[in-house]
């Protein structure tokens, strides 16, 4: 036990929570890892201990007393909210809301030409119901007045989690954090339980519609702001670029003019049978499952399905959960299923998905044309191989 | 004169408005007419001239004296405003927001396979700056209670075109229709001018982000509903069908089933030099230019231009032109160019344009996969053939 305790002195990783056998592991140190394949379309709201990890540095361990949340702003109160305040002086939402890393899926993007960042499979992208208040009673609760808003532009945010200089931080546009239909909130239930170690405890904010990154855990302070936050993960990370820049050519001048991602384009996955496996197939008949999601709120509209490398097309059933925001809007992912015909005789068999959104934006085909030096949102069509056997 | 009125008296369409002779028209009655390839790009705000007509019907010719809108929905106040009342009641806003038929670009696709409804190469769009008064303020002051929606879910429209039995008709979310940053207007300016006749004099709703179809003109009543509008253009038309329905197979119920339009995904178009025309090239350089535009404010991140089929891409300028709205969200479209390298010895020429929006939707490759049995929202690249003679 002592020598368990000296060794946590040193090493600022010490002290991690206990984490679920099955996750995949991708890094160790910040820990990185997956919900592996065949859950992920198993459940709508992916168990708490299954639910991928990205974390950026060590994971603060934080007792519901010492907490604190800081809200501040040019002209509003600042303000410091322990978790019972958090509780008490605000109404309670939940949203089902997909966090989803923007490096899903870079592990494709690399095999095609190398892009820098962890191997992330399918997997880096869960779906929890989230409960607590909205960032915007908060917000309006330390003074914001929306009607005169100026020059301000962002919400900017920090966690409790940091390096040797600075705090994890990130911001969002001012108007996505304090609009009504937005559904913004500051979570302290995951599921229904207090928020586990590994996913923000006691807070993080939830951004639905948004790249995970902007969804802070372990939320130390909200601050209204001219300015995106001026942290390394929103400045020098977490941003688009175009096909033609990579890391020979690339400069300073590019990183600081490239946009910082926000909402997240349609995707999907085809996540069982686990893809790279052998597979049974009875009757000429495979059932397939997978996951699609949209940003912004625009849900599901259609996930196609082709084992003729895209030549006909089959249209899947879709599980889309419970829907628990008034908005209307759909943070959510929607698990899909089909029973696809594998014509006999053939010996190898790709499964395609697709979806469309509903602002009727598609995936693209191939992956070249949204190919980026940081490997960030591929949403290229997934694509699965099986080897089959007839029975 | 005494002819002409007894031809008007017989012909529903005998009493149409002057149009500018250089509109390239796609039918006649009712009277549709896209903005010629080569003005697309030459203005931020299409002139009103030149903007594209798609009328459904005889365009209604209403004097100011006699105009009413009417508002209405359950537990409101049942109104009738005057355009005096509109122009005195509420707040002034203007938007930058453009207008793009569902089938824009529908004639690429049904030259892949044959598709039905009007021909529209890529004019079906244009952009202008609308000034009117907030729909939300409106439907306020008509007694809506946002806060106690109820089962009510859409906002519907009519307008004072008509066939013999109903007048023409479509519907939006009731979300967009009040959300603070939604900024749908019911407009009486374009551009500054009283809007045209053929654009809806004297007020058309402006939905910003959504399908043309729903941006009603000559607008008669709005009405807060539980159901979407019942009229053919929500419930049979402006809807989308996977790429497996065709008119041998599709069936009412598939009709019932599909979507209807709201939100547009991203797109662009090179309108300059006009397509398949011959072009001369100095030094091996050629200037290309276009739009691109995405639905739902996302904006336009990028666009990218490449001259060898796709193998290479090189970062166009875009053009964004003035902000209008505190939203944030783009409702405009970009216009972009980009100076070109054509490889000396080329005799002909395909340029690629694609756009990534706000929210890292890019297009398609091809078509095939969205192609849909009506045609709609082709958004797949464009490509823009020449013939070449170097100098
Ligand atoms: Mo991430
Ligand atoms: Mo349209």
Redesign the pocket.
Known sequence: EDRKAAAASDDPYGNEPERHPALKLNSAKPFNAETPSTFLAENYHTPNALFFV?NHLPAPDIKEKDYVLEIEGPGMKGMKLSLQDLRTKFKHYSVSSVVQ???NRRFEMSEQKKVKGLGWDTG?ISNAEWTGVRLRDVLLYAGLDEENLGELRHCQFEGYDRDATAPYGSSIPLRKAIDRYGDCILAFKMNGEPIPRDHGYPVRVIVPGV???RNVKWLAKVSVAKEESPSFWQQKD?KTFPPNLNWDNVTDKEFQKAESIQELPVTSAVTEPKPRTAVTVEDGKMVVKGYAYSGGGRGIARVDVSCDGGQTWQVANLNKGPKTVESGREWGWSLWSAEIQVPTGLKEVEVICKATDGSANVQPEEMMPIWNLRGLLNNAWHRAKYTVKHE
């Open positions: 990205r890393c923007a490096g880096a790249v995970g990154a977490y």
